[in-house]
């Protein structure tokens, strides 16, 4: 089956650092993406990793383990506007073509 | 247009009613790709077109679901006789081809069965 875990809700402080983590399980993989989703709005994209390590984006990394099916999008410096839902999403190819499968998606509250 | 739009934005309608959702997709995109998303949860996905063919409907929960694509273009998507557990929102994301890297989204179009 496929199976993608990452935590519910988190609380940050402006200005801090903050880690969502993202394991998975699927049959086949071609990418993990990232992507933000605001209240009421269109997810947008963040960040896409297919192969292992770190990917830096200006205040947002993401970061890939294939062999342990993990990974984790790092956000610095944060601001007031970055409380959103932060989806972990997997492409696997089905049938010629590559599907993406979502994550519930985690709540990130940034306070002052 | 710039983006992926969809209409109408919001959709109440009364539970047996009939309801039809479109999706304007990115001009040139040629995947196209619909989703359904409930309150605290991830996109699940619906179904995906391919030019005018749908290449996987393998998400959509029933018989009461159907879409179409006919020009390769704009998509609806259909619910014929709505219940109350179809209220969701509807997201449509566009691609430039099925490999494509970058799926971008729509605003989605919120349905609400009474």
């Known amino acids: 089956g496929q199976n993608i875990d990452q935590p519910t809700e988190m609380t940050a402080t402006e200005g801090a650092i903050v880690q969502i983590n993202c394991t998975y399980q699927?049959?086949?993989?071609?990418?993990l993406f990232w992507y933000q989703q605001h209240a009421g709005e269109a997810p947008t994209f963040l960040s896409y990793n297919v192969l292992d390590g770190l990917e830096e984006k200006g205040r947002f990394s993401s970061f890939l383990s294939r062999s342990k099916g993990y990974s984790y999008l790092l956000l610095k410096e944060l601001q007031m506007k970055d409380s959103a839902s932060y989806l972990c999403?997997?492409?696997?190819?089905?049938?010629?073509?590559?599907?993406?499968?979502f994550g519930a998606g985690t709540r990130l509250a940034v306070h002052p | 247009g710039a983006g992926v739009s969809q209409t109408p934005s919001n959709k109440v309608t009364e539970k047996g009613k009939y309801v039809e959702l479109r999706c304007d997709p990115i001009?040139?995109?040629?995947?196209l790709y619909w989703y359904r998303q409930s309150l605290g949860q991830g996109p699940e996905f619906l179904i995906y077109?391919?030019?005018?063919?749908?290449?996987?409907d393998s998400g959509l929960p029933n018989d009461r679901f159907f879409a179409v694509r006919p020009e390769g273009s704009v998509s609806t998507l259909k619910i014929q006789r709505t219940e109350r557990g179809d209220s969701a929102v509807y997201l449509c994301?566009?691609?430039?081809?099925?490999?494509?890297?970058?799926?971008?989204f729509g605003p989605g179009t919120r349905l609400t069965v009474l």
């Open positions: 999403a997997v492409r696997a190819p089905s049938g010629g073509y590559n599907k993406l499968i």
């Open positions: 077109f391919q030019g005018t063919g749908a290449a996987d």
């Open positions: 994301a566009s691609s430039f081809n099925s490999m494509g890297n970058e799926q971008f």
């Open positions: 699927t049959s086949g993989f071609n990418g």
């Open positions: 001009s040139g995109h040629t995947a």
